[in-house]
């Protein structure tokens, strides 16, 4: 047996160890109803890297992350994410796609929450009450390379929200920009991109045309929020190893809430990822790891919580 072959079989191995952990699905942590589905970690690897790399999105997951990742698509490719949540409930669902056209990249992108009811417990550890809750969102965004490794990007939402069975639309809009270098070690004369190139930057502005949406009597309005992220990518190690450290910022102004992270991202041999994360406003730790096997990646995050619960997801990418 070659040693690649060897390395692979460890590498699944390791994948089938992580995600044979026994799961207790939990709570959302997004907080709130109104745009709860801005705030979820619909990808296995950001999920695992503590959501400090959610800004710095270069495939498909574009289309939900940072539409201005969509430039730095090499090729068409699907994403299809399943995560459990709200005391196992609900189940979200996400499937979209991130291709080129004749005159920019565009991605497309269905997310959908589907419950049987979310347990109220109105600051009781007693189960008071089961709500209702149901959200489906479509994601149209765009992307334009500005110029080399900086693009902008653009999304339109459209999300439909039923909350006790009162139903409404709502349209948004979200803006962002990266900062990407495809090959960061790539030789350059000139010292300050020698200096930037490692890193990677990326900033999202969520509903600077905030959908709304009237339920019974009131209309709620989904708040402004912002995510960027910070990532420096080291020099290969040994020919097999390629360290990737990030640092993220989060706030959603209405509220005042912030939240710093870090992640970092190992990658071996260009086809297996071991990954690990902290929020340092939540103090929670995650952990995950991805295998990547001819066009497919498979990716898998998990975010213990308190009390022994548990939170994870599972997606698929698949390269045309």
């Known amino acids: 047996m070659s040693k690649r072959k060897k390395i692979s079989i460890l590498?699944?191995?390791?994948f089938l160890i992580l995600f044979s952990i026994p799961h207790d699905l939990c709570s959302l942590s997004g907080g709130?109803?109104?745009?709860?589905?801005?705030?979820?970690?619909?990808?296995?690897?950001?999920?695992?890297?503590?959501?400090?790399?959610?800004?710095?999105?270069?495939?498909?997951?574009?289309?939900?992350?940072?539409?201005?990742?969509?430039?730095?698509?090499?090729?068409?490719?699907?994403?299809?994410?399943?995560?459990p949540v709200w005391d196992n409930l609900t189940?979200?669902?996400?499937?979209?796609?991130?291709?080129?056209?004749?005159?920019?990249?565009?991605?497309?992108?269905?997310?959908?929450?589907?419950?049987?009811?979310?347990?109220?417990?109105?600051?009781?550890?007693?189960?008071?009450?089961?709500?209702?809750?149901?959200?489906?969102?479509?994601?149209?965004?765009?992307?334009?390379?500005?110029?080399?490794?900086?693009?902008?990007g653009l999304r339109l939402g459209f999300h439909n929200l039923n909350i006790y069975h009162y139903n409404d639309w709502g349209i948004g809009a979200d803006l962002s920009l990266l900062w990407h270098v495809r090959n960061p070690y790539e030789f350059t004369k000139s010292k300050l991109m020698r200096f930037l190139q490692p890193f990677s930057l990326g900033i999202v502005l969520y509903n600077i045309l905030p959908p709304s949406v009237k339920l019974y009597?009131?209309?709620?309005?989904?708040?402004?929020?912002?995510?960027?992220?910070?990532?420096?990518?080291?020099?290969?190690?040994?020919?097999?190893?390629r360290p990737e450290l990030g640092v993220g910022f989060q706030s959603i102004f209405e509220n005042k809430a912030t939240d710093f992270s870090t992640g970092l991202e190992l990658t071996f041999w260009n086809f297996f990822y071991v990954r690990g994360g902290y929020s340092v406003v939540d103090g929670m730790f995650s952990i995950g790891s991805g295998i990547e096997m001819m066009n497919i990646i498979v990716d898998y995050g998990l975010l213990p919580l308190k009390a022994g619960l548990k939170f994870y997801t599972l997606n698929l990418k698949v390269k045309f």
Do not use: W
Request: charged share 15%; with cysteine; net charge neutral.
């Open 11 to 14: 590498s699944l191995l390791v």
């Open 32 to 83: 709130g109803i109104s745009g709860v589905l801005q705030r979820v970690n619909l990808d296995a690897r950001f999920m695992s890297l503590g959501s400090a790399f959610d800004s710095l999105s270069y495939d498909a997951s574009g289309v939900y992350y940072n539409p201005a990742g969509l430039a730095f698509l090499p090729d068409m490719m699907l994403l299809a994410s399943y995560m």
């Open 217 to 241: 009597q009131k209309s709620v309005s989904y708040p402004l929020m912002m995510k960027s992220s910070l990532s420096y990518q080291f020099r290969t190690i040994g020919n097999f190893l």
């Open 91 to 152: 189940h979200l669902f996400f499937v979209g796609t991130g291709f080129k056209t004749k005159y920019f990249p565009m991605g497309v992108g269905l997310i959908s929450v589907d419950t049987s009811g979310i347990k109220v417990r109105r600051d009781s550890p007693v189960v008071t009450d089961l709500m209702e809750y149901g959200e489906v969102a479509l994601f149209c965004s765009g992307a334009y390379e500005v110029i080399t490794s900086f693009s902008v």
